[in-house]
């Protein structure tokens, strides 16, 4: 069945760091991808998503893009912030059938220090 | 409300009693999905409603777990004979129900549920 592998954390950054989380899946056809964050003591809220190759999902400075042909979705942020500490989850929708339930990777906790 | 909201947002029982957790989905939306965060099993699935039809209960770990939906709107999530790996936190997510692969679900705050 399908599946998504991301890296395990804890991630540990100074502020203004490089910030990388790798990301990659597996699935039949075009699954949509979504990147979704956990902030401390909060729920999860979708922070970016892209539904066909060479998309780049992109907020908050944080960017993704769809590579299919290494089935990846890579998180990047060029300098993170403290306020970025959260833990981060990688997620796709099948591209058919499922109910578009979301099928998520095991998280990666991310600690920015000032 | 402007959100999906769950509650209890904590929940402690003792092994082997039943536990009903609830949630409120964002009004006017029609699919609900109930998802477990486990330190074993990270997220997972649990099951998903259209309206309060349940088409897909296929992540639902045993019979001691059921779900019901009501009125199109708030669904409960009911543990019987709760064992200790039942301990997790229980989200609920909504998104408006169109035909839609994109479509963003918006999520609760769980529930936190833990079985002595």
């Known amino acids: 069945g399908d599946s998504v592998t991301q890296m395990e954390g804890p991630v540990t950054l100074s502020e203004e760091a490089f910030l990388t989380i790798n990301c990659t899946y597996t699935?039949?056809?075009?699954?949509?991808l979504f990147w979704y964050v956990q902030y401390p003591g909060e729920g999860l809220q979708l922070l970016l998503k892209?539904?066909?190759?060479?998309d780049k999902g992109s907020n908050k400075g944080f960017e993704a893009t769809y590579r299919k042909e290494t089935t990846s979705f890579h998180l990047e942020k060029g300098s993170v912030q403290v306020s970025d500490s959260a833990v981060y989850f990688c997620a796709l929708i099948p591209f058919s059938g499922g109910y578009n339930k979301l099928i998520f990777g095991a998280g990666t906790r991310l600690a920015v220090h000032p | 409300g402007a959100g999906v909201s769950q509650s209890p947002s904590n929940k402690v029982t003792e092994k082997g009693k039943d536990v009903e957790l609830r949630c409120d989905p964002i009004s006017g939306h029609t699919a609900l999905y109930w998802y477990r965060q486990s330190l074993g099993q990270g997220l997972e699935f649990l099951i998903y409603f259209q309206g309060n039809s349940a088409p897909d209960k296929s992540g639902l770990p045993s019979d001691r777990f059921s779900a019901e939906r009501t009125g199109g709107s708030v669904s409960t999530l009911t543990i019987q004979r709760t064992q200790q790996e039942d301990s997790a936190v229980y989200l609920c997510?909504?998104?408006?129900?169109?035909?839609?692969?994109?479509?963003?679900?918006?999520f609760g705050p769980g529930t936190r549920l833990l079985v002595l």
């Open positions: 997510a909504s998104r408006a129900g169109l035909a839609d692969q994109q479509e963003t679900q918006y």
């Open positions: 699935a039949t056809g075009y699954p949509s």
């Open positions: 892209a539904t066909k190759a060479d």
